[in-house]
C-alpha cells in the first residue's frame, strides 16, 4: 500500500479531515504478534491530533490490519499507538 493510498483511507475514517495537524505514519506495512492467539498480524499506523465530535484537539490515531495484501480492518487508537510513525505532510 502507498502512503497515498494509506492516508486517503486514514481521511475516510475522521470526522475532520482538515483538522489533522501534527500527522505521523509508518513509511511501510510491518509484521506484529503474536497476539493471545499466537497470530502474527501485518499492519500500517498513524498517530496525529484531529478534532473529535466535541470539537477538542485530541490525540489518536489509528492502525490497519492486512490480510493476503488487502485491508482487512481499520481499528481507531487513542494515545501514540505506532511507534514506527515517522512524521509527515497530511495532504
Not at 19 to 35: L, N, T
Not at 53 to 79: H, M, N
Request: include cysteine.
Amino acid at each position: 500500500m502507498s502512503a497515498g493510498e494509506f492516508k486517503a483511507l486514514v481521511r475516510q475514517s475522521l470526522k475532520n479531515p482538515y483538522s489533522v495537524k501534527d500527522f505521523a505514519m509508518s513509511r511501510e506495512p510491518y509484521q506484529i504478534g503474536p497476539d493471545g492467539f499466537g497470530r502474527t498480524h501485518w499492519i500500517m499506523c498513524a498517530n496525529y491530533f484531529a478534532t473529535n465530535s466535541y470539537g477538542g484537539l485530541v490525540r489518536s490515531g489509528v492502525t490497519v490490519f492486512f490480510k493476503d495484501g488487502t485491508v482487512e480492518k481499520i481499528q481507531p487508537t487513542q494515545g501514540q499507538g505506532c511507534a514506527n510513525a515517522q512524521p509527515t505532510k497530511f495532504d
